[in-house]
């Protein structure tokens, strides 16, 4: 079974340019969760997505949003990116939410020069 | 003070050791998990907990749930453990909650 896959796993980006950074997550699993890991502090929720709703966000700015699409696939998107945007994008998976586990994909290194 | 706080911060050990990496929290919570961070980044899934301990192979996670602690054991340490440990609660909040990380170095 194949697990949670992000991609790109690396991208670099120019201040001001958009990223679109792309998570699917394992099969017959609904939701999927955002994360940042900016560098030399933990993972910060950024969003979650259930059956295609936008269900919880953090405390980031409206320039991150997101989607999920009707495979459940999920697109996270950063608008007018700047250089501390730089940071370890992390998705993961879940079937439903709460209690269930969570998968965790490889993450995506976004740097922004 | 954080939701989450892990100890210790650092952590270095020969190889053979036995490891013990602690957590606690102070929300209420549904769920632990316990997770492992290589240093490209990714991130895997050890445990997630509700209640007592679990095991996985070299791995051991206990938690008190009245005590509001969790911890983490690594018998035998191995230079292959070397990676960042992170404690994470699942909250009624819908979102998880992460400790800053506790950063394992095993050397032969």
């Known amino acids: 079974e194949a697990g949670v896959t992000q991609s790109p796993t690396h991208l670099i980006k120019t201040r001001g340019q958009q990223a679109t950074l792309r998570c699917s997550p394992i099969?017959?699993?609904?939701?999927v969760y955002w994360y940042q890991q900016a560098l030399g502090l933990g993972l910060q929720f950024l969003l979650w997505?259930?059956?295609?709703?936008?269900?919880n966000r953090g405390n980031f700015p409206p320039r991150f949003s997101g989607r999920q699409f009707p495979n459940y696939s999920s697109e996270l998107n950063v608008n007018a990116l700047e250089l501390e945007d730089s940071a370890l994008y992390l998705c993961?998976?879940?079937?439903?939410?709460?209690?269930?586990?969570?998968?965790f994909g490889s993450g995506t290194r976004l740097t922004v020069v | 003070k954080n939701e989450v706080e892990q100890s210790p911060q650092n952590l270095t050990a020969q190889e053979g050791e036995f490891i013990t990496i602690n957590c606690s929290y102070s929300?209420?919570?549904?769920?632990l998990h316990w997770l492992q961070q290589h240093p490209g980044g990714g991130i895997v899934s050890l445990f997630m907990?509700?209640?007592g301990k679990k095991k996985h192979g070299r791995l051991i996670a206990t938690i008190n749930i009245q005590e509001k602690h969790s911890s983490l054991h690594i018998t035998a340490s191995h230079p292959r453990d070397s990676a960042v440990y992170i404690c994470?609660?699942?909250?009624?909040?819908?979102?998880?909650?992460f400790g800053t990380g506790t950063r394992l170095q095993v050397f032969p």
């Open positions: 993961a998976s879940s079937l439903g939410g709460r209690p269930y586990g969570y998968t």
């Open positions: 099969s017959g699993h609904t939701s």
């Open positions: 997505y259930d059956e295609g709703e936008e269900r």
């Open positions: 929300v209420g919570i549904s769920a």
């Open positions: 907990l509700s209640s």
């Open positions: 994470a609660v699942d909250t009624y909040t819908d979102k998880l909650i």
